[in-house]
Nanobody
Framework: QVQLVESGGGLVQAGGSLSLSCTASLRSFNTYRMAWFRQALGKEREFVAAISWNGETTRYADSVTGRFTTSRDNAKNTIFLHMTSLKPEDTAVYYC??????????????????????WGQGTQVTVSP
């Protein structure tokens, strides 16, 4: 059974930083593109960031570019999301995801939930004003 387990969520003040991690019980983890999505209360789930199987290529939503960084450690089957300059509008449940498709092909953009093969259970991030 595949499991993606996020950790690191919590409460932070605006302007602060927070780091999330996600560990996956995926065979061949290093062949998957991985991604982060988030869903704010009453809103649709949206793409945040993605990373190629080898960590060399990343993609970010415009709303987080320059503030969030994603990385991975294939030896530990883990991806990370480092968030800085957090804003109240970043408040959401953050989900880790393994993307389907050939990781060697051109990215299918925009990246969306329809490309997700496996989802994590989510971790809450709350940014206070």
């Amino acid at each position: 059974q595949v499991q993606l387990v996020e950790s690191g969520g919590g409460l932070v003040q605006a302007g602060g930083s927070l780091s999330l991690s996600c560990t996956a019980s995926l065979r061949s983890f290093n062949t998957y593109r991985m991604a982060w999505f988030r869903q704010a209360l009453g809103k649709e789930r949206e793409f945040v960031a993605a990373i190629s199987w080898n960590g060399e290529t990343t993609r970010y939503a415009d709303s987080v570019t320059g503030r969030f960084t994603t990385s991975r450690d294939n030896a530990k089957n883990t991806i990370f999301l480092h968030m800085t300059s957090l804003k109240p509008e970043d408040t959401a449940v953050y989900y880790c995801a393994a993307l389907s498709g050939d990781p060697n092909l051109v990215w299918r953009e925009p990246i969306n939930g329809g490309q997700v093969r496996y989802w994590g259970q989510g971790t809450q991030v709350t940014v206070s004003p």
